[in-house]
């Protein structure tokens, strides 16, 4: 599945959402970096990239997060996140928020220059060309703002779904318009984060999927969380979720089989 070479230690930064959500998708990112040849380790130490004390404007905060962050992630030849969100600020925002800062500003570059989308990483540095999991049914995907505009990815996880057997693919309308969700920009616009997200979730229901995938759970909460409000009958899952062949649990948002069906179906 991997390029041969010697194996890298992966440190999995977990992102706040999928430790609290979706630990799914965790399990699922460290599977599929095992199958890629990976050792992954997981730093206890860390916390949140940094994100909402960054984007409301409060850089000392954020300036301390990065520190923490940087410092328990500097021990591993790659950092690998499974969000586009938070791998962007790792990556792209980092290295600004120290450039005035003599001391932080190298070791926040050199950081930032081994952070990658797990997707994207599995695609473009570990030349994995095809995963052997299997998905029945058809799937549109939605293009995070972050993945796509600060870090280029749209073709790769494309790429990797069309060897799911049993996946079929279908397009959306507008798949790289913004969900609506932004972090904090729904809580300080929640009239119009609601009015792009109907948006979303029309071309979602008009695309005939029957289950939307995306990178960023942040994304993913807005969308199930709008297509339930709505009655529509489409799941949302993370990505590597169905890249790793983890589909068992269920969807984001719906419910857990009742204990009394899960005893009788055993």
């Known amino acids: 599945m991997a390029k041969a070479e010697n194996a890298p230690t992966v440190g999995l930064f977990v992102t706040c959402l999928v430790d609290l959500f979706r630990p799914s998708v965790g399990l699922a990112a460290v599977r599929l970096l095992e ?7 997981v730093p206890a130490a860390q916390t949140c990239c940094g994100q909402p004390a960054y984007n409301s404007g409060d850089r ?4 301390a997060i990065a520190r923490l962050v940087i410092a328990a992630f500097e021990p591993y030849d790659y950092v690998v996140a499974p969000s586009g ?10 290295p600004r928020l120290f450039a ?3 001391a932080w500003s190298g070791r926040a570059t050199a950081f930032a220059a081994k952070v990658h989308e797990i997707v994207s990483f599995l695609v473009d540095v570990r030349g994995v060309e095809g995963v052997a999991a299997a998905f029945e049914g058809t799937v549109t995907y939605h293009d995070s703002c972050s993945s796509l505009r600060e870090l280029d990815i749209r073709d790769q996880p494309r790429a990797l779904l069309k060897t799911v057997r049993g996946l079929r693919l279908t397009e959306m309308d507008d798949t790289e318009a913004c969900c609506g969700f932004g972090g904090t920009f729904c809580v300080k616009y929640p ?4 009015a792009i997200v109907e948006k979303k979730t029309a071309a979602i229901a ?17 969308i199930a969380g709008k297509l339930r409000r709505q009655g529509i ?20 948002g719906e419910p857990a089989a009742d204990p009394a069906e899960r005893s009788q179906a055993g």
């Open 233 to 252: 009958a489409v799941s949302a899952r993370h990505v590597v979720e169905v890249l790793a062949g983890t589909t068992a649990a269920p969807a984001i």
């Open 191 to 194: 009239d119009l984060s609601n």
């Open 100 to 102: 005035d800062d003599a």
């Open 85 to 94: 969100s938070c791998a962007g600020m790792l990556k792209v925002h980092y």
């Open 35 to 41: 199958m890629a040849g990976c050792r992954v380790a």
């Open 206 to 222: 008009a695309s005939g999927a029957g289950t939307v995938l995306a990178g960023d759970l942040g994304c993913l909460l807005n």
């Open 60 to 63: 000392d905060d954020a300036r």
